[in-house]
């Protein structure tokens, strides 16, 4: 259940690491466990983040602030409506300037199963987000390769979200379809969007005991990476 097979981002030859990152991150999804579960062919036509998840972004884009920072997006999709019920924070080793950052892969690799065994459906990689200077609310090259290698490894395109400060958060989301088409898409934010889709919904302590060799099988160890 490993997203990426990269080491941390810091290390290695600047080419070479993304290189490698876009590697990874096309195998990613293939290893999750938990594909889509409705709507394999959705298109999207909104994106609804979970009051934590919103927190989350709101939380990390401060603690940075003025620099960039970012993170990935966990949740499902149901009626072509991207639910995001997790958004991370970039992780241990990270870079950040004014105008560029980069993530921990190591970091997201342990946080994913953590995360997704709280839910009961589980979690799927949805997409990322990630703070722009000033009012830019498009997208750089870099940002728009990284969006297509998350399109690629999620299969059904991707959601890629940008929050700018200027001076109150404001968030910008973007599809990127299977067709390498981009398009704004609304989102909303609260748990209250979440009604009768159960994502949200955590799982048993039952429910942990009984998949417990499952638990200690896909807790990632960088040794192995
Ligand atoms: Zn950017």
Redesign the pocket.
């Known amino acids: 259940m490993k997203l990426f097979s990269t080491p941390p981002v810091l290390s290695g030859k600047k080419n070479k690491k993304r290189k490698k990152l876009l590697k990874a991150q096309r195998k990613a999804l293939k290893r999750a466990d938990h594909p889509f579960e409705s709507d394999k062919a959705a298109d999207c036509r909104g994106v609804v983040l979970s009051n934590r998840a919103y927190l989350s972004v709101l939380s990390e884009v401060y603690s940075r602030d003025p620099l960039?920072t970012g993170g990935i997006f966990f949740g499902n999709v149901k009626n072509a409506v991207w639910y995001v019920a997790e958004a991370s924070d970039p992780g241990v080793y990270t870079l950040h300037t004014r105008a560029h950052h980069e993530m921990d892969n190591n970091y997201h690799n342990h946080i994913y199963p953590v995360l997704s065994r709280l839910y009961q459906h589980g979690l799927c990689l949805l997409g990322l987000w990630?703070r722009?200077p000033g009012s830019l609310d498009t997208?750089?090259s870099?940002?728009d390769r990284t969006n297509h290698s998350f399109a690629e490894v999620i299969g059904n395109g991707a959601v890629s979200m940008?929050v700018n400060l200027d001076p109150t958060a404001r968030l910008t989301c973007y599809y990127l379809s299977k067709n390498g088409e981009y398009r704004t898409v609304p989102v909303m934010v609260g748990d209250k969007y979440f009604a009768g889709t159960g994502f949200l919904e955590l799982t048993t302590s039952e429910a942990l005991l009984k998949n417990k060799d499952r638990l200690q099988a896909e807790i990632f160890d960088p040794e192995e990476a």
């Open positions: 960039e990630h722009h997208f750089s870099d940002d940008l």
